[in-house]
């Protein structure tokens, strides 16, 4: 592949052929979530889709997902059908796509934008959303069937597009040598992924981290992006972080203060060690552009 130049005298810039897809950084969406032992009863749904609606001003829009779970019946051991019922409460572009999303769904509860800026004030908003409806769900749980909390998460999907006016894509130009993508990845054809799976270690728990990068196109795939045909190719970089805690934490309003004191400690941590996979694996000039460069 041919490497374009052009003079910006006095200093000489190299033109990169893979671009973030945003003018400062490259997050395509971010999501927070919290994880509980039981599916969310429907009643409960029902109560936070009829309260005052001043609690989510900012999320006007309602939907209501379903789905068809199987599980097994413990007398019996034969296998049946559960309708699963959710909640969706969401902040929407005039096209209907959602800028800013509170799913409660199963067993999760999980905010997520595409409407990402700087963390600080994504995660103030983020931590607002999940700290309000966690309050009302845990002072409206039904405790005859006691509810714990047993993971917090937060994943970041990074997409960089691929200028389709070079010859072939050069990853030397996105990736620097690292430990985290196998090298042979890069000669395996037009379209690959590499997925790696790790556990770190923290004081009240483990982290679960997974890294997962696609080369693909929007063809076929949740990933169309405004202004980039369905067939260039793009990079995208996921980093799933699940946080389980030693000692499960009751999702009762009595605890409410230390369940928000595990997602204000353990959240920053992840950001931080999301930026470190990044500055681990991207260019030094990549990391420069979307800012996470020290």
Same mark, same amino acid.
């Given at each position: ?123 103030? %908003?983020? !931590?607002?959303?999940? +700290?309000?409806? &966690? ?5 409206? @749980?039904?405790? /005859? ?42 000669? %395996?054809? !037009?379209?690959?992924? +590499?997925?790696? &799976? ?5 004081? @009240?728990?483990? /982290? ?87």
């Amino acid at each position: 592949m041919q490497t374009a130049w052009y003079d910006d005298s006095p200093a000489r810039v190299r033109m990169m052929p893979f671009k973030p897809i945003n003018e400062d950084h490259a997050i395509q969406s971010a999501s927070f979530a919290i994880g509980l032992s039981q599916p969310i009863p429907w009643p409960i749904l029902e109560t936070l889709i009829k309260r005052d609606p001043d609690w989510r001003r900012d999320l006007p829009a309602i939907d209501l997902p379903q789905a068809l779970d199987i599980v097994i019946n413990p007398a019996t051991g034969a296998p049946q059908n559960r309708i699963l019922r959710g909640v969706e409460f969401s902040h929407k572009r005039p096209d209907g796509s959602a800028s800013w999303v509170l799913s409660l769904f199963g067993t999760e509860i999980r905010v997520t934008t595409t409407l990402y800026t700087r963390w600080q004030p994504t995660w103030d %908003k983020a !931590r607002d959303i999940l +700290s309000t409806v &966690g309050r009302l769900m845990s002072a409206a @749980l039904d405790q /005859t069937k006691p509810t714990t909390v047993q993971s917090i998460a937060l994943s970041v999907s990074d997409v960089f597009i691929f200028d389709e006016t070079a010859d072939k894509p050069d990853y030397s130009h996105l990736f620097k040598a690292n430990e985290e993508i196998p090298s042979s990845a890069f000669s %395996k054809g !037009r379209l690959w992924h +590499s997925h790696t &799976g790790w556990f770190i270690d923290r004081p @009240l728990g483990a /982290t679960l981290n997974q890294l997962n990068v696609d080369v693909r196109t929007g063809v076929g795939e949740d990933l169309s992006i405004p202004g980039v045909p369905d067939e260039q190719l793009r990079v995208v970089v996921q980093h799933n972080q699940l946080f389980r805690p030693s000692q499960p934490i009751q999702f009762v309003s009595s605890n409410d203060d230390a369940l928000q004191g595990m997602i204000a400690g353990e959240m920053p941590v992840m950001h931080e060690a999301n930026k470190a996979i990044l500055q681990s694996i991207l260019t030094d000039e990549m990391q420069a552009r979307i800012k996470v460069k020290r």
